[in-house]
């Protein structure tokens, strides 16, 4: 729940990640500090080379993961071979993040520009909820996706989940995603607040919780700094630390070199997951928790800091393809031919393979190994 106030002249509480609450808190908090915040003048966020900078940033984090996540969605749904479980929990983690790239990341730059919400009731109901509700549906699939790896490594268990199962699964994740997004539609309302002692009206989206304090509002970001963080990073770092113990450990006499260096290969990319994730977020995490318990609410420069964490936990969403896709050679080989304009008929047909013609052009020279095209 991020309750920014415009230029740092309202507090703010948590929102589950990825999303703004744009709003104050309480019109007491506001009353009783206002001597101490600083003004529209002194606000760091309206210097026009700041403003420049977020605009930037932003723009490239959008811009980045609309163009990762769409090529991963695209190369799953157009190559045959690369339809798999595990690709598609990846498709269904890039379209999470794609609502993140639509419908938070826009409207969080708007906001940080125009201090004042200026999207109507109808999206302060609908915008946090859609923001938590992807949120919530991309932890949940990075968790499916350590669990599903951790299942087949760890206990050696050639079938894996069949395609009805994972469409079944990725259902589950929507659906759980979007009961605990359920309290930011709820307790919200929208309204036209009056800041007195500059003499200013503005138009707030904000909580309004059932008993009308603070503590409904830190209870629940409190358990959804657990669901969204805490517990989904504890899973996954259980199951990747298992996995790489289980690739370390044992080794099948049937390996050959190739497939160990796909181990490790495979290693590095989910310890890189891990990390990423608990980097990009926790920053995010603490600020929003330090908030929630009136430590930096008076800062200065509370507003940029605020901005700038919000920064670094959105960059996961293009670093997301990066590391499931550069580092996959499939995924890498694909998206080479999709910037080279290689669209021959083989390597588009959705019944074909992007390896398809290396293979067929073997074939063609009489070097046949009698090998298929490897899926993910």
């Known amino acids: 729940m ?15 990640p990825g999303s703004w609450n744009y709003t104050s808190r309480h019109q007491e ?36 993961g609309l163009l990762g996540n769409a090529l991963v969605i695209y190369m799953i749904v157009l190559y045959r071979n690369m339809r798999t479980v595990t690709n598609y929990f990846i498709a269904n983690l890039a379209l999470a993040d794609l609502m993140v790239d639509t419908m938070c990341l826009p409207f969080t730059l708007a906001y ?25 549906v991309s932890i949940l699939t990075l968790t499916v996706i350590a669990l599903e790896r951790y299942r087949c490594i760890v206990f ?30 709820i ?43 805490v517990l989904p990073l504890s899973i996954i770092t259980y199951a990747y630390v298992c996995i790489w ?10 390996s050959r070199s190739d497939s160990v260096y796909r181990r490790r290969n495979t290693t590095k990319m989910l310890a890189l997951v891990v990390l990423v994730f608990a ?42 393809p990066l590391l499931y896709g550069w580092m996959n050679q499939n995924y890498r080989n694909g998206f080479l031919m999709f910037f080279r304009c290689e669209h021959k008929p083989d390597t588009i047909h959705p019944e074909g393979s992007f390896r398809t013609r290396s293979l067929r052009g073997l074939i063609a020279n009489g070097h046949n190994t009698g090998q298929q095209p490897t899926p993910v």
């Open 2 to 16: 991020f309750n920014m106030s415009p230029s740092g002249l309202s507090n703010a509480t948590e929102m589950p």
């Open 29 to 64: 908090a506001v009353n009783s500090t206002a001597s101490s915040r600083p003004t529209f003048g002194e606000d760091i966020t309206k210097h026009r080379t700041v403003q420049i900078m977020l605009i930037t940033a932003y723009s490239l984090i959008i811009l980045l």
């Open 112 to 136: 940080t520009l125009l201090d004042e919400w200026k999207f109507g009731a109808v999206l302060c109901h609908m915008l946090p909820y859609a923001q938590a509700l992807s949120v919530h």
């Open 156 to 185: 050696h268990l050639g079938q894996r989940l069949t395609t009805c199962a994972s469409f079944t699964v990725i259902g589950l994740t929507w659906a759980s995603g979007a009961i605990l997004a359920v309290p930011l539609a």
């Open 187 to 229: 307790f919200r309302e929208y309204r036209y607040e009056d800041i007195a002692y500059i003499n200013l009206r503005i138009a707030v989206c904000s909580e309004k919780w059932p008993h009308g304090t603070n503590r409904d509002a830190i209870i629940y970001s409190l358990s959804m700094l657990l669901l969204q963080y």
């Open 245 to 254: 113990m289980k690739l370390k450990n044992h080794v099948s006499p049937s």
């Open 279 to 320: 980097v990009c977020w926790l920053p995010f995490h603490m600020f929003q928790l330090a908030s929630d318990l009136d430590l930096v609410l008076n800062f200065k420069e509370y507003k940029l800091l605020y901005t700038v964490f919000h920064i670094v936990a959105m960059c996961s969403t293009f670093t997301n």
